[in-house]
């Protein structure tokens, strides 16, 4: 499996921006797709983000127009940018590879996640 290791959360004012990162051990054994999967409090999975390996970006209704997920293979690392922030957006943030599309129960490796709190 690839590894996987977010940074980039914390606690952010609604309306303002977060961008998220995600190192991996290497995509071009993580699959089709990179994604960014959230969870808040008492609810389910929910895949918010993920790009494929030509860089087609899929979104969720949820964030779209406000979030944007990138790729750097060159860097093995994926960004989540996370603009115009709203209460609803509090979870942790995972990032997930081997998978396919906004489908979070797909993804077979996870990182630890990455907390961003907005208030």
């Known amino acids: 499996d690839v590894q996987l290791v977010e940074s980039g959360g914390g606690s952010v004012q609604a309306g303002g921006s977060v961008t998220l990162s995600c190192v991996a051990s290497g995509f071009t054994e ?3 797709y990179v994604a960014w999967i959230r969870q808040a409090p008492g609810k389910g ?3 918010v983000a993920a790009v494929d390996r030509f860089g087609t970006a899929h979104y969720a209704d949820s964030v779209k ?3 944007i997920i990138s790729k750097e293979n060159a860097k093995n690392t994926a960004y ?3 603009n115009s922030l709203k209460p609803e957006d509090t979870a942790m943030y995972y990032c ?3 998978g396919d599309g ?3 129960s797909s993804y077979s490796s996870w ?3 990455t ?3 907005v208030s």
Request: no cysteine.
């Open 30 to 32: 993580s699959g089709n």
């Open 45 to 47: 999975r929910e895949g």
């Open 65 to 67: 127009g406000r979030f």
């Open 80 to 82: 989540l940018q996370m």
């Open 96 to 98: 997930a590879a081997g």
């Open 102 to 104: 906004l489908g979070a």
């Open 111 to 113: 990182g630890q996640g």
């Open 115 to 117: 907390q961003v709190t």
